[in-house]
């Protein structure tokens, strides 16, 4: 059972952005707080991928929050083309009695019509018409006249559908509740830009993407705890077989960590080794980084080795963003976008992450697997191959969803007394939040869990 726990008798405040009080993940009225605050507030969450609306008409259902929106194609003027990318994002919410009133979770339509009472809206949201709005003309025995009808004073364009702002960048799209959010490249930052332009810009702009598939879990942890999962270097080496066995990421691998000014966006960066026992394949000498570690398998082998066929791309290696006049080549990429999405690159392997909560003690998490329009079919079959490492049966990704449900356990139990007591441990590498400083190199830290956490406790007003 993962149910909410009642609003605690006390309520002590965080000491420090590595002491997370328990309570910050079980706590129902801090739940809603944090949905009006970051998921309706002013921030920008993503609701999909361009490529996945191809067409005028096309549409697919996502959230923001608890939110159900709807992500669509519109119709654009031939004049327009060139400012209006056409992409809009709608709440799915009849604005006549509340009705979510698309249930098909993508698909095309030429207008949305809610069913109950036939209100039609047009693809922007736009109120475009309803039965009856001026009554039903009839001849009884006095005469001509007419029955019902809305007020004199009812205006279709003040009674849409509830309209998000978006912004599209690279494919990826954004979308707010919020008037008072900044331009989304402003929210991203320039510490962060740059990692999203080494996977989606080309040398022509925004490189055409292709969508390979899904994958859809519910995880039952409170939904920051996978945004801390990604922020964290120091768990993959130690958790997963699979990383540290085969090299993908482990203690010993060059790398880095970046973090926006705020603290609430951040990239681990890492580049592969050859793993095993030694500081080249089958050395036979074991190194520290895998002394003890239960996780790691010296002997483990795969019945398949195709699933770490690791082709090199050109667009790994890009000018160092922190380092003028050289260059970077990493094989990892894991970009956290707060509050709500994930990027991943791994190898060869390229996703989205979308973070849905669904109350304080769980999250669907929704995997979107893609390619480049130029990939070969050798690469794009090498993508699906890797990406069987990810996802909620994944070799590594299954982990992670485990630990998480045991942590929201163990707080809850913690908690189970009322009293709200206890709280995380994220001093790794320093007590500091890290912000305004120097990108960490090397992944003994836990410094951008706690830069998360100090946002989180400003934005929250905590």
């Not at 009705?99 to 095309?108: D, Y």
């Not at 109120?127 to 009554?135: E, I, M, Q, S, V």
């Not at 559908?161 to 930052?189: C, I, M, N, Q, W």
């Not at 195709?306 to 970077?328: A, F, K, M, S, Y």
């Amino acid at each position: 059972m993962h149910a909410t726990t009642s609003p605690p008798t006390v309520r002590p405040a965080a000491a420090s952005a590595g002491r997370v009080p328990f309570w910050a993940y079980t706590d129902p009225a801090v739940y809603q707080q944090e949905l009006d605050k970051l998921f309706y507030g002013p921030h920008w969450s993503y609701v999909g991928l361009e490529v996945e609306i191809p067409n005028v008409g096309d549409y697919k259902l996502s959230w923001v929050g608890e939110r159900q929106v709807i992500l669509v194609r519109d119709r654009v003027m031939p004049k327009d083309r060139a400012t209006d990318h056409g992409i809009r994002v709608v709440e799915n919410r009849c604005a006549h009695r509340g009705v979510r009133f698309c249930q098909e979770p993508h698909g095309n339509a030429r207008s949305f019509v809610c069913p109950y009472h036939q209100w039609t809206y047009k693809l922007n949201g736009d109120l475009a018409g309803l039965p009856f709005k001026d009554g039903v003309k009839v001849v009884t025995e006095t005469g001509p006249c007419t029955h019902g009808g809305m007020p004199p004073d009812f205006d279709l364009k003040a009674n849409g559908l509830t309209k998000l702002r978006v912004e599209v960048l690279h494919g990826l799209v954004f979308a707010t509740f919020s008037d008072a959010a900044e331009p989304l490249r402003a929210y991203l930052g320039p510490q962060i830009l740059p990692w999203l332009d080494r996977i989606f810009q080309g040398s022509n702009g925004s490189r055409p993407l292709t969508l390979l598939g899904y994958n859809r879990q519910r995880i039952p942890g409170n939904w920051k705890l996978m945004l801390e999962n990604i922020k964290d270097p120091y768990h993959p080496g130690l958790l997963h077989t699979w990383f540290v066995t085969f090299g993908l990421w482990r203690a010993d691998q060059k790398s880095r960590m970046v973090m926006d000014e705020h603290g609430r966006h951040a990239v681990m960066l890492s580049r592969r080794n050859d793993g095993g026992q030694g500081p080249a394949r089958d050395s036979g000498v074991q190194t520290d980084v895998t002394q003890g570690v239960t996780s790691f398998k010296a002997n483990m082998a795969l019945h398949d080795p195709r699933l770490l066929d690791v082709q090199p791309e050109p667009w790994w290696t890009v000018d160092d963003p922190q380092n003028p006049g050289q260059r970077i080549t990493p094989t990892v990429t894991m970009i956290t976008l707060f509050p709500s999405l994930i990027v991943q690159q791994q190898v060869n392997s390229l996703s989205t992450r979308h973070i849905q909560p669904r109350g304080n003690g769980s999250f669907d998490f929704v995997w979107t697997h893609f390619g480049f329009a130029d990939d070969t079919p050798e690469m794009t079959e090498r993508r699906l191959r890797q990406a069987n490492l990810f996802g909620p049966a994944g070799f590594v990704s299954a982990d992670d969803g485990e630990v998480i449900e045991f942590s929201q356990d163990g707080f809850a139990q913690w908690n189970s007394d009322g009293m709200a007591q206890g709280s995380t441990l994220c001093e790794l590498g320093g007590k500091d939040p890290g912000l305004g400083q120097p990108p960490t190199e090397h992944m003994v830290t836990e410094t951008l869990i706690r830069g998360m956490y100090a946002y989180w406790q400003k934005a929250m007003g905590l």
